[in-house]
């Protein structure tokens, strides 16, 4: 989760980057704005790539604590923090 909100910043600086790559009238010709726009974009693909795979993987590690939380739910079925445990970790899913 902490991953994840770090990665959300580089959306949040998604328009100061296109404020800055991208030039003015009186910079047109000292910026290769097709370039500089081509590298933002690659950038941007690499952080969704990255945070997608982030995302599964919490995923997987989540199903795997509630596999284990409800195959120990089904040995004590009593147990009111498990199932409470249980839940909280079925919420994050």
Do not use: W
């Not at 959300?8 to 003015?24: A, K, S, Y």
């Not at 690659?42 to 195959?71: D, G, N």
Request: proline content about 1%; aromatic content about 2%; glycine content about 2%.
């Amino acid at each position: 989760q902490e991953l994840l909100r770090v990665m959300r910043t580089i959306d949040d600086r998604i328009v100061h980057e296109l404020n800055t790559t991208i030039p003015t009238a009186s910079f047109v010709g000292k910026v290769d704005a097709g370039q500089t726009c081509k590298e933002l974009y690659q950038s941007l693909m690499e952080a969704h790539t990255s945070r997608e795979r982030i995302i599964k993987s919490c995923i997987a590690q989540t199903s795997s604590v509630v596999k284990t939380l409800r195959e120990e739910r089904e040995k004590a079925q009593d147990d009111i923090a498990l199932l409470k445990q249980l839940r909280k970790e079925q919420t994050k899913v």
